[in-house]
């Protein structure tokens, strides 16, 4: 258990050699000085800094860094040392680039841990101003045992004046010598390399929109996310860039979609309330020599555990992605390269005479073999990691990113925060088959959603007729309906369903009988008009307050919170004047948080003709059985798309519903 | 390290290395007579090509800054050059142990994507880091800048059961790797 010390507060260290984590926003310079009874420091010697970065017990990192780890062994110490102060300075006070001021950077966060790192205590050091260096702990003797002080405090006059208060004489000459040596270390380090999803926006980098072997001009998936690097004028031999379109990619790449209206710019961000340092990402124990380190669910980057997963997630989706990527490239190699040696074996003429020509093609077989061999070795290796990671954060994932069948739904809680993203279904490659990664699209929505009943490619080649294939399409629809309506806060997000003829009903039975709905669903031509009409206006209405910059000037009943509008059986029921309703509801709809979800199938409104193509195109399709039609932002491997099932028999459904639904009740009272 | 001149990349203690980086850094050279405080910005890109079996299979440069299977990753594209402190402008990261078992070379090539030839270049090198404990293990300083707008810098090749670094050096012509190809093809 860590204790979080506030300044001033002690803290007893049971183990003698220990870890430091300092982890600060920007690049900071990490000193560690050792002082006698009364704190002093005797000499240079006293003081471990980049510029001498081993003493007697400490070790600390030779640059600046926005994050370090001291080793500190206490056993090491001589007796005549009662005090390790662990210092912290910004590299470049009094000219050079970077801040000068600890005000203007994150508070610095430091953690003492043991060696495998377990914390011990950890200290915020906040309230810092014009500072420039800062002793954060203390590491200190009392009565033969060692204890840890927070200490915090801060000198405007950097490092120099830190070095004088503690009785160093040469304070100044030290203080020098250690900005030279960051300025050195600093000289030679190269930025750390761009957080791995955003692969997009670079210099010169042309995206151009590659086409999908699915779509074939009739189902486009829209969503220029990161495209595939368009080469100019590539060598022979480079394998081909038409994969298919990354549909999927840009839900993890792309920013929240900009504030709507006018107004001055609000460079907060939209989902990080306050500055404090993250608490410290649960560390991996150690792993054995020779063995790869145990997975551990949350191990990403990010400043909630929501958010660590989120990227842990993404993380295992790209290493998936890309080790898929070397295995497929290497067996092509292997078959091209046994191919050309058969060929070859077979033209010489030499090979024709007596067993020469059996025994070339036996040994192009044996060199296929084993570079297939080392392929699939290698694989296996990294499938295996992927595997034990994917075991622990499974079960680790919030109900907005778990399954339905994970147990975290049962302990379901009306949540009063939006979260990240959602689950809508799993992914996985058929070399991979343990493996199903979530598919975890960013809320809110920022575009509707196609639920396909239409005939796709079934995988397992099982014939699925169109009665069935619609019922299981808005089975889906209701699970991923229910799942949006869990996820947000009470009141927050609103289902409408129009149902022409009815059709629908027994699927949609888990919604209509919680009572989560705004209205029962609408049937016939009268109540799709009705409802079309009502959320046309309901657009008009949100859309000239918020461009007005009025957003708390609507009439009662109108706001802002999130609606979805599942249409069944389209195009049944539907007018030519319901069809343009529709077709302004997609446009105009997903940027005041108005989104359709069609269950339909696209061929039944081809009468439209191409009319309605960018509707289909404004939406992401998923399917309601296994598909493989959605690319990922890396390589463009087409992944097979699992829809997120309720378990058969299973009441979490309804459980989960009844819960949102006497929330809403208390909510609208 | 001098042209022609190779290492293998084996640490010390005989462990083989997993990651390294190729860094490359230049500054432009400056302009003669009036007005030399206008900066000539030169814009060189380093780019590594995957090689199996002398076919290419992959390209990592500024238009594709990961190669498919992320064992190389270029960590982008710098237009103008050095600050003057001799540090990386561009850097290639190779993560050894995740290198495709097909691929038996890479090849680090320099071009000079605004057209100027090396000659407006100066203190321009390429060094090979160990990026586990940030150590440099060679240093290849591109000599008398000629008139020539691309360099084949380096190899990194499989040899046993680690891997090789070969200094090369050769002067090409070429905007983009693309145009290096026949360059390249003899040095394999």
């Given amino acids: ?669 | 390290m001098t042209k022609g001149q190779a290492i293998s990349l084996q640490k010390n203690d005989g462990g083989s290395l997993t990651a390294v980086r190729m860094g490359l850094g230049w500054q432009a050279a400056p302009r003669r007579g009036l007005f030399g405080s206008r900066t000539r910005e030169v814009d060189l890109d380093a780019s590594a090509v995957l090689f199996a079996d002398k076919q290419p299979v992959d390209v990592v440069f500024f238009r594709h800054l990961v190669s498919d299977d992320g064992s190389v990753r270029h960590t982008g594209d710098n237009l103008v050059g050095g600050v003057g402190q001799g540090g990386d402008d561009e850097a290639i990261l190779v993560d050894l142990s995740r290198v495709p078992v097909h691929i038996d070379q890479i090849v680090f090539t320099v071009n000079s994507f605004t057209g100027q030839t090396f000659q407006e270049v100066q203190n321009a090198f390429c060094r090979l880091v160990d990026e586990t404990n940030g150590q440099e293990l060679a240093r290849y300083t591109l000599a008398g800048g000629g008139a020539y707008t691309a360099q084949i810098m380096a190899k990194v090749h499989r040899s046993g059961s680690g891997w090789t670094m070969t200094a090369l050096g050769n002067p090409a012509n070429g905007r983009t790797f693309q145009d290096l190809m026949p360059a390249i093809l003899p040095v394999l």
């Avoid at chain 1, 790192?117 to 954060?136: C, M, R």
Wanted: hydrophobic content about 40%; cysteine-free.
């Fill in chain 1, 1 to 669: 258990m860590t204790a979080e010390l506030v300044r001033g507060q002690n803290h007893p260290l049971s183990q003698s050699r220990l870890e430091i984590r300092i982890s600060a926003g920007t690049p900071i310079v990490a000193a560690a000085a050792l002082g006698d009874e009364n704190g002093r420091i005797h000499g240079t010697e006293w003081v471990a800094h980049p510029g001498a970065p081993t003493q007697p017990g400490l070790e600390v990192s030779r640059q600046a860094a926005a994050d370090h780890r001291l080793a500190v062994d206490l056993d090491a110490m001589t007796d005549a040392v009662h005090r390790v102060s662990v210092l912290l300075a910004l590299p470049a006070p009094g000219g050079g680039p970077g801040p000068v001021r600890f005000g203007a950077v994150a508070a610095p966060f430091v953690a003492v841990t043991g060696l495998d790192g377990t914390g011990i205590a950890s200290y915020t050091i906040t309230g810092l101003e014009a500072e420039s260096a800062v002793v954060a702990l203390e590491l200190y003797r009392r009565q033969g045992a060692w204890k840890v002080r927070a200490v915090g405090q801060g000198y405007a006059g950097g490092l120099a004046e830190l070095f004088t208060d503690q009785g160093l004489s040469q304070a100044q000459q030290l203080a020098a010598g250690i900005g030279e040596a960051v300025a050195r270390g600093l000289a030679r380090s190269v930025q750390a390399p761009p957080p791995r999803p955003s692969d997009g926006d670079r210099s010169r980098q042309a995206a151009a929109p590659a086409v999908g072997p699915d779509q074939g001009g009739t189902a486009p998936q829209g969503a220029p996310g990161p495209v595939p690097p368009a080469y100019g004028g590539q060598p022979a031999g480079l394998p081909g860039q038409d994969g298919p379109q990354p549909a999927y990619g840009g839900a993890g790449a792309a920013d929240p979609s900009p504030a709507v209206g006018g107004g001055p710019i609000d460079y907060s961000h939209p989902r990080r309330q306050t500055s404090a340092p993250p608490p410290p990402p649960p560390t991996a124990p150690p792993s054995l020599p020779g063995q790869p380190a145990q997975p551990v669910a949350g191990d990403a980057t990010g400043w909630s555990m929501e958010e660590r997963l989120y990227n842990q997630v993404w993380g295992m989706f790209e290493d998936l992605a890309r080790t898929t990527a070397a295995y497929r490239s290497a067996v092509d190699f292997a078959e091209s390269r046994m191919d050309k040696e058969l060929e070859q074996a077979l033209s010489d003429p030499r090979s024709r005479i007596g067993g020469q020509g059996d025994a070339a093609r036996e040994a192009a077989r044996a060199r296929h073999g084993r570079l297939v061999d080392q392929a699939r070795e290698a694989l296996d290796r990294d499938l295996a990691q992927l595997v034990a990671e994917a075991e622990v954060v499974e079960p680790a994932l919030p109900p907005a990113f778990a399954r339905w069948d994970n147990p975290v739904w049962h302990a379901y809680r009306v949540p009063m925060e939006i979260p990240m993203a959602l689950r809508l279904g799993d992914l996985r490659l058929p070399e991979a088959d343990r493996i199903r990664i979530p598919m975890l699209l960013r809320l809110p929505l920022e575009r509707g959603l196609w639920i396909d009943s239409g005939r796709t490619g079934s995988l397992d080649g099982s014939f699925t007729d169109s009665h069935d294939m619609r019922r299981l399409a808005m089975e889906t629809a209701v699970a991923h309906a229910a799942r949006l309506l869990a996820v947000y806060p009470a009141g927050e997000f609103t289902v409408h369903v129009i149902d022409p003829a009815g059709s629908g009903a027994q699927a949609l039975a888990p919604l209509t009988r919680t009572g989560v709905l705004a209205a029962p669903p609408a049937v016939g031509a009268a109540g799709v008009t009705d409802v079309l009409g009502r959320l046309t206006q309901r657009v008009d209405l949100v859309q000239m307050a918020l461009r007005g910059g009025a957003p708390d000037a609507l009439p009662p009943g109108f706001d802002t919170s999130q609606q979805l509008l599942i249409v069944n059986d389209f195009p049944h029921g539907f007018d030519d004047r319901a069809v343009n309703q529709l077709r302004y509801l997609a446009d105009e709809g997903p940027s005041v948080g108005v989104h359709l979800m069609m269950v339909a199938d696209r061929e039944e409104s081809a009468g439209y003709g191409p009319l309605l193509d960018p509707l289909w195109r404004s939406l992401l399709r998923l399917t309601p059985v296994a598909d493989d039609h959605l690319a990922d932002p890396w390589v463009g491997h087409a992944w097979t798309y699992e829809p997120p099932l309720v378990p058969p028999g299973s009441q979490v459904l309804h459980q989960v519903l009844t819960q949102v639904a006497a929330a809403r009740r208390s909510w609208s009272r």
